[in-house]
Every structure is written in structure tokens, then in C-alpha cells.
């Protein structure tokens, strides 16, 4: 899937360069070609976009399925968030169940 997410982002930087340089050039070319280079840009940023979803949706999964003790995530978080050791331990418990409702 990344791959296919950077082909995708390469195609869009392509199309939307080339749109680019047929605006610029509009009076060398029909407007018909015009439209169709930018409808292309337009669907290339659209399916890039729905790549990264998916990625992201994919990579969430995968997180979910990793197991992780509370000891260990309490020492991620503070590692992270340096001014997490100030806090109470009760306020990091709701941190963490805050965490785990969002994400």
C-alpha cells in the first residue's frame, strides 16, 4: 500500500505540475485539454488521499493488535511527555483511559 500511495502521490505532483504548465500555455492548447489535466490532478490527489485513510485505518489495527502493558505505556508516555512524571498517578490513569477512548 505504500507504494501504491507514492505512485499515486508522484502522479499527482505530475499531473498537477503539467496542469501547471498548460494553464500557463492556454493559449497553445485547447481548453478541453486543459480541463482533462486538471480533472486527472484532481482524481490523483483524491486517490492519494484515500490511500493514506486506508493506511492509517491499517496501521490503527495494527496497533491495537500489539499488546502493551499499562507499566510499559505509562513509561512511553513519560519518555514522550517529559512533564507527565509531575502528574499524580490517578491523573495518569485517566490520561491513559482518555487516550484509549479516543484512539
Not at 28 to 33: E, N, V
Not at 36 to 43: M, N, V, Y
Request: glycine residues 0%; charged residues 35%.
Amino acid at each position: 500500500m505504500l507504494v501504491r500511495a507514492s505512485r499515486h502521490r508522484a502522479l499527482a505532483e505530475r499531473a498537477i505540475a503539467r496542469y501547471r504548465g498548460i494553464a500557463q500555455s492556454a493559449f497553445a492548447r485547447s481548453i478541453d485539454k486543459d480541463l482533462s489535466a486538471r480533472d486527472a490532478a484532481a482524481e490523483s490527489v483524491y486517490f492519494h488521499e484515500k490511500d493514506l485513510e486506508a493506511l492509517n485505518r491499517l496501521a490503527a489495527k495494527v496497533r491495537a493488535k500489539i499488546p502493551v502493558s499499562e507499566a510499559e505505556e505509562l513509561k512511553r508516555l513519560q519518555k514522550l511527555v517529559p512533564e507527565a512524571a509531575s502528574l499524580s498517578q490517578d491523573a495518569l490513569k485517566r490520561l491513559m483511559s482518555w487516550k484509549h477512548d479516543v484512539v
